[in-house]
């Protein structure tokens, strides 16, 4: 078990960074009052960032992940959260060998 | 609701949901986790490293985008700014839950260190029936915490016995559980929209610009899309 000095820094330096953005929208917050449009903006982040993170994954991979992402979602509207993660891993395996 | 029911009773009740619901992820994620832990032994990573970056980070993307770049000695004001700009989306998660959370300043700055994309998703959905409490939101985030450290730990120490993760599908779960937790905000015209927008402009941007910028503006155009899509008058 080593710890260099270096790498101790580098990761003390990440954990900083993501701290301060995991705080940072405290400051913002209660200065927010929207309504229309701008609430709409506001409430559609969430599905916003989380499919911006995956999108490259499920899109332009190749066809068997964009596959089994079209199945996933599907399944996403009908079973539980751990049902729905079971049916997109168990999918691209199957794609991963049909194609 | 539950201002005149007694502390305890409300207390308990909060963290079984917390737990109930962090379940799921926290058991998809352990193929991540070990998936991450192996990856960032292969770099030269002890498992002592591997499991006090889990520990003090706790953002398994930035991690992995770290470990993807990661050389020795490690350039920190580089992993600094990566860490910054794919972690900069929770400065829009906290303050859109910050107004939806019963917590007292201190507790929300202490307790906003648990801030990840599931416990955020996961407490916005279920912010939309009520107040996302403080004994909720540390009971999911502790669990998530705690399944990340030690996964990625084992992970570590296992190296190169889990052999290839595409193999066994592991590279997907991580995706397929976003699409678990996008199904969750319903599938409404503005929604629809938003992701719609969302997915095919990270798409291209990663295709022709590259990761981490596919993040934000694929984030950025999906919001844009609502607010055009929304009425313009006040919805309730």
């Known amino acids: 078990m080593s710890l260099d000095t270096t790498t101790l820094f580098a990761i003390l330096a990440m954990a900083v960074v993501t701290y301060v953005t995991r705080i940072a929208g405290l400051f913002v917050a209660d200065r927010l009052v929207l309504t229309g449009r701008a609430k709409a903006a506001f409430d559609a982040i969430p599905p916003a960032v989380l499919v911006a993170v995956i999108a490259p994954t499920a899109l332009t991979t190749g066809w068997a992940e964009a596959v089994a992402a079209a199945i996933t979602a599907l399944a996403a509207f009908r079973l539980p959260l751990l049902g729905t993660v079971a049916v997109g891993v168990v999918s691209v395996v199957v794609l991963r060998n049909l194609i | ?236």
Not at chain 2, 3 to 19: N, V, W
Not at chain 2, 63 to 74: D, G, L, N, R, V
Not at chain 2, 188 to 214: D, E, K, M, Q
């Open chain 2, 1 to 236: 609701m539950d201002q005149a029911s007694p502390f305890a009773p409300t207390y308990r009740r909060e963290i079984r949901a917390g737990l109930r619901d962090i379940a799921p992820v926290a058991v998809a994620a352990i193929p991540i986790s070990l998936l991450f832990g192996a990856v960032a032994t292969a770099k030269g990573l002890s498992p002592l490293e591997v499991t006090v970056m889990s520990a003090l980070v706790f953002a398994g993307g930035a991690q992995f985008a770290a470990i993807e770049t990661w050389i020795h000695p490690a350039p920190i004001l580089t992993l600094a700014f990566a860490t910054l700009l794919i972690n900069a989306r929770h400065v829009l998660m906290g303050a859109s839950l910050s107004p939806k959370v019963e917590m007292s300043r201190v507790q929300r700055f202490l307790s906003f260190f648990f801030l990840t994309d599931e416990a955020w998703a996961l407490s916005e959905r279920r912010a939309l029936d009520r107040p996302v409490t403080a004994a909720y939101w540390v009971a999911m985030g502790g669990v998530l915490w705690a399944n990340w450290t030690f996964f990625s730990g084992l992970g570590a120490v296992l190296g190169s016995f889990l052999g290839d993760p595409e193999r066994i599908g592991a590279d997907f779960a991580f995706t397929a559980l976003f699409i678990g937790l996008v199904a969750g905000f319903g599938r409404s015209r503005v929604t629809l929209v938003t992701v719609a927008a969302s997915a095919g402009v990270a798409a291209l941007v990663h295709h022709f610009i590259g990761a981490p910028w596919h993040v934000a503006s694929g984030a950025l155009a999906g919001i844009v899309a609502a607010y055009l899509a929304a009425p313009a008058e006040a919805r309730p």
